[in-house]
């Protein structure tokens, strides 16, 4: 068992009437690229700023390297990285500015690393911020953050409005520096499929809970999609088998199914013998989560805690 | 070692890695003796958790297709009834994943052969 890096338990979060984030239970292990995914609205950046200690819980309590997040010691916050999705530097500042800022705030040394990465994107120290493309400007933040050589990294969104060329380089980098550093990395984000690529576990938030926390090695040999006809019978979860959702469409009905490789066999069992069964990617699986999980045993299509440890 | 990974066919990672050694095992691309790459250098170039690949050399070396050797590195195995079962293994996969998905559209193994048969003969008439 590795050392927990990000410990979370009873989780919960208010904003006046509304609860943001519900009795979030999660613990993820050091080494580790985590997708973090959910609806608009789901609790990720709420999520994350919990994380940050820029919020504080209403209830339960957060963990990150040891330190509850209400009062993170300094000695620990130049171990953290964040990138948030809206918070922009001046606009008059250069990125060397930027740079000079992130050393005096990390305590580390990160000029040289930071000035090869923004040299990637064909940027330099001499970049006016202000003066950069949406994409650009994700990338002096993603450089920034980066250069700290941080032993966590929460990053909103951090590739967004960067063409998938960039949006690849970038992921390439995050997942070298873990392979590196056996940081920990969790990566809010809606584009999946690049995120699917790197990643090493899924957590799924939905309506301020956790849908699921899994490694994607488990979801890829676990989760299958079954396509049924109109007149065949729904599956029901049952055997260790699970109903993740029910989707009627043009004629058949698709019904997405975990099975555990322990209940492995009854699939085909519970299936009529015409139905196609076959592998989905993650983004499927997140739509089933998230979207089509009305008819589950989640009674009120509200997801249950955290059901999957890892 | 060129390894392509397909991160939506329902295999986790670390198989398909060790499905591709064997397979490279197989068709006599990787042999007896040849060294595998390090697990850093496999986990960056398939940008993967190094996790995952002591994970696909562990499972190889349990099927004794591999032996790591502390310090050195990982070699696959010197004594080679290997090449000709891993062979067989690799095919028999195949074989099996066609005649699952036959069943499913309801054809026994009786049609799946005869129609291998004649795919064979079009195939040589082709050429």
Redesign the interface.
Known sequence: MSEIAIRIEGLCRDYGDLRALDDVNLSIEKGRVVALLGPNGAGKTTFLHVLMGMLEPTSGRAQVLGADSRTVPKEVVGRIGYMGDGDEPPRWATAGQLIGLQAGASGRPVRGFAEQFLAKLGLSRRSVYGALSKGQKKWVRASLVLAARPEVMLLDEPAEGLDPSARRELYDELRDYVTDSDATVVVATHIIADIERIADEVAIINKGCIATHAALDDLREQVREIQLTENDAIPESADGIEVLGVKAVSGAVLVWVRCPQQAGGRLEAICPKEAAIRAVGLETFYLAMTEHNGKTQNQGGRPQKERNSI | MYLRLE?????????QIVEQIKYKVASGQLKAMDRLPSI?DV??QL??????VVKAYEELEGGGLVVMRQGQGVFITPTQAAPAKTRQKVIEEMARRMLAEA????ADHKEVLAIVEETVQKMREVK
Do not use: D, F, L
């Not at chain 2, 940008?47 to 995952?52: A, G, H, L, S, Y």
């Not at chain 2, 069943?103 to 309801?106: D, F, K, N, V």
């Open positions: 991160y939506q066919s329902g295999e986790p990672i670390y198989r850093r986990a960056r940008k993967v958790n190094p996790r995952t069943s499913r559209i309801g």
